[in-house]
């Protein structure tokens, strides 16, 4: 890798955000994440948004020397209603969140109103609100219930409601990237996080993966060199083949590409420990 791509990387690895699920003992585990680190918290679909803000605010209450930057999801399928959006924006506005992000959900049956998050981002933009940031999801690998078509119509209808859009996640560079270059050839313009698996366990990783429809890429992880051998070591899996192969197209600015996205399953104390190698391999190449 030239010194160039390595500090692109390097950059964007620096700018990752760190997305976790909001448990009892999470707290705890985030003291091995820098200050100043962005710290994405995942909603609930069977517990509702109340564990999300509620660890929003045990978080936003760190001293300054461990203060973090808190991304809340609020799930349009855990909102009930405009007036139940309406507390809970109040309730960001008091903590002073800075940045947001809207997916749909996973919640089987919506709690209310919202079955979608276009419909609560149009809601958000009517109450009005202080956050400065807002995220939407993405599929480049499809949706289970959505097909292509509509999938790149509902981002050209949230675009003017957002600023920018984190990609689920997918193991196959090939398949993020030319997706990528679809929606940039169709006027989608946001900043795009890419999702990346953080370190997990081989075999759940690969369940999940199923679960939430990106089954078409975990063949390509499935031909990993070793993953057999990881599996049989219970070595876990980390996003290393999967950087490299992105790694080529980063600097392309048509792409706008500001950082990545770690999914870390709360497997938080690894995941860092894996970006702050990678950086210090990185870094260590451009010396």
């Not at 903590?95 to 209310?112: I, K, N, Q, Y």
């Not at 980390?238 to 192969?245: F, I, K």
Request: with cysteine; hydrophobic share 40%.
């Amino acid at each position: 890798m030239s010194s160039e791509n390595a500090g692109i990387m390097a950059g964007l690895l620096e700018q990752a955000y760190m997305e976790i699920i909001p448990t009892k003992t999470i707290a705890e585990r985030l003291v091995h994440v820098p200050r100043h680190s962005y710290v994405s918290i995942t909603c609930s679909p069977t517990r509702g948004i109340e564990p999300t803000l509620d660890l929003t605010e045990r978080l936003r209450a760190l001293p300054e020397e461990r203060r973090l930057k808190l991304v809340p999801h609020v799930a349009a399928r855990v909102v009930r209603d405009k007036g139940h959006l309406r507390e809970i924006l109040a309730r960001l506005d008091e903590l002073e969140v800075e940045s947001v992000f809207v997916p749909g959900g996973d919640a089987p049956t919506p709690a209310g109103d919202y079955d979608n998050s276009l419909d609560l981002l149009r809601d958000m933009a009517d109450i009005g609100h202080r956050v400065g940031d807002v995220g939407i999801a993405s599929h480049p690998e499809g949706h289970p219930l959505v097909d292509d078509a509509e999938l790149l119509r509902l981002l050209a209808e949230k675009q003017p409601l957002a600023t920018y859009l984190v990609t689920q996640m997918c193991f196959d560079p090939d398949v993020l990237i030319r997706w990528l270059r679809r929606i940039r050839g169709a006027g989608i313009r946001l900043p795009a996080w890419i999702g990346l698996p953080g370190v997990a366990e081989i075999p759940k990783l690969i369940a999940l993966s199923m679960r939430i429809g990106v089954g078409q890429s975990v063949s390509v992880l499935k031909k990993q060199k070793g993953l057999v051998r990881k599996m049989l070591s219970a070595k876990p899996y980390a996003p290393d083949e999967l950087l490299a192969g992105l790694q080529p197209q980063l600097d392309d600015p048509a792409l706008d590409i500001p950082g990545f996205h770690l999914f870390s399953f709360n497997n938080v104390e690894a995941t860092e420990r894996w970006r702050s190698e990678t950086l210090r391999h990185l870094n260590g190449g451009l010396q």
